[in-house]
């Protein structure tokens, strides 16, 4: 086959000069790391998903930290979480030396199985688990009823890994809105929108909220730049928890608001060409995502695929110039976690079939109708050899 000259890559951050301008207005502005810039991106990022308040973080393996610390997560503690996601959802449980204890995903959504969820609470000593941390796939929704009520009648806390899914509604509820007791969103440079590298958090319980913000910058009592500007400011601050250096600098908010002044425009074409490639693609022998409930919203970060032919379609994209990907390899089959825990690769069968048949195609506001033509002709084309 003729190598195409072209290269669409698997994904691209959408930076324009207002994004620029801001970071150099930043720069001239004298204050670089957290400070006003940052404190307006909470508030307006806050407004976007109907929450009263949001930290700002470095990442959202950063957030999801914080989160379990805040609910004082022991050794040998456990949280559940979907084995079909990246692997900052388990590691932050592993920095405790507690055990992410990975459940099956349901096939067609992709997300956490209730049923699997169901059965592992109902079978299991229930003594040790601390949390769920259910992962929006792809920028969709989990049902997050079902998890609520199982958190409620075991008493578990909830940690919403929305790292794909801004903005996405559950049954026309932000995500970020429900009453799960953390959400924690990512801004790396793939995502919907990006700082760069960045996060920000939504605390339900004011308690974790004003711990959270000590946490996050060294266990200070006092916001550092504060402490700078502030014409009662003086030198002193405690420090009365052990915290971390898990802030935003200015210089990424600066970034995010101006992204997030776009969130509607990008969710705009992710969701368009989202429902092209369902269109181009209803009568190819694939399965296109799937989604089970009618008001919700998709992030569309992601756009996933399975096929039976997988690997001989991701050599075919590939030599056509298409940047793929898949999301994800389940964490089971990762060294670390096969080496601690000795899963067999059918524990998970959901997944692993799941994985067997993925592909991540490329979807991002900076694709042009004929890349996004030129993705489903070839796609047309590698499924009819
Ligand atoms: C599901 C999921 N959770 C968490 C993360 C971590 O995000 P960050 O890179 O902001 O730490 C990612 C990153 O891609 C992810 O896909």
Request: aromatic fraction near 10%; include cysteine.
């Amino acid at each position: 086959m003729k190598k195409d000259s072209k290269f669409i890559p698997f994904a691209l951050p959408d930076i324009g000069d207002e994004e620029i301008q801001a970071v150099v207005k930043s720069m001239k502005s004298g204050w670089l790391t957290t400070g006003p810039v940052t404190k307006k991106f909470e508030a307006e990022f806050a407004k976007f998903i109907s929450v009263d308040e949001c930290l700002a973080v470095s990442s959202a393996t950063a957030g999801l930290h914080l989160a379990l610390q805040a609910i004082n997560l022991q050794k040998n503690d456990t949280v559940l979480i979907p084995v079909n996601t990246f692997v900052a959802t388990a590691e932050v449980v592993r920095y405790f030396d507690a055990h992410p204890v990975f459940i099956d995903i349901d096939f067609d959504t992709m997300n956490i199985s209730i049923d699997y969820l169901t059965a592992y609470l109902e079978n299991n000593d229930t003594s040790n688990i601390k949390a769920i941390i259910p992962v929006h796939i792809a920028g969709q929704a989990c049902d997050m009823d079902e998890i609520l009520k199982l958190a409620k009648k075991y008493n578990l806390f909830v940690i919403e890994d929305a790292a794909h899914a801004f903005p996405c509604k559950y049954k026309n509820q932000m995500i970020g809105s429900l009453q799960s007791d953390f959400t924690v969103y990512s801004f790396y440079a793939t995502k919907t929108i990006t700082t760069g590298e960045g996060g920000m958090l939504v605390a339900r319980n004011k308690k974790h909220l004003s711990l959270i913000k000590k946490l996050r910058l060294h266990g200070i009592s006092r916001e550092i730049w504060d402490r700078y500007t502030s014409n009662k400011a003086h030198w002193h601050y405690d420090v009365d928890v052990l915290g971390y250096k898990y802030n935003l600098s200015d210089l990424c908010s600066s970034i995010g608001r101006e992204q997030l002044k776009k969130a509607n425009h990008f969710f705009n074409k992710r969701n368009s060409i989202a429902q092209k490639y369902n269109q181009a693609f209803k009568h190819l022998d694939i399965i296109l995502p799937q989604q089970k409930r009618e008001d919700d919203q998709h992030a569309w970060h992601l756009y996933l695929i399975r096929t039976k032919n997988r690997d001989q379609i991701l050599k075919f994209l590939k030599e056509k110039g298409i940047g793929t990907s898949l999301h994800f390899i389940p964490l089971h089959l990762m060294t670390y976690y096969q080496e601690l825990y000795h899963h067999k690769e059918d524990d998970f069968t959901i997944a692993m079939k799941s994985f067997s048949q993925l592909i991540s195609l490329p979807i991002y506001t900076k694709m042009s109708d004929e890349n996004i033509d030129y993705v489903i002709s070839s796609l047309i084309e590698a499924c009819s050899l």
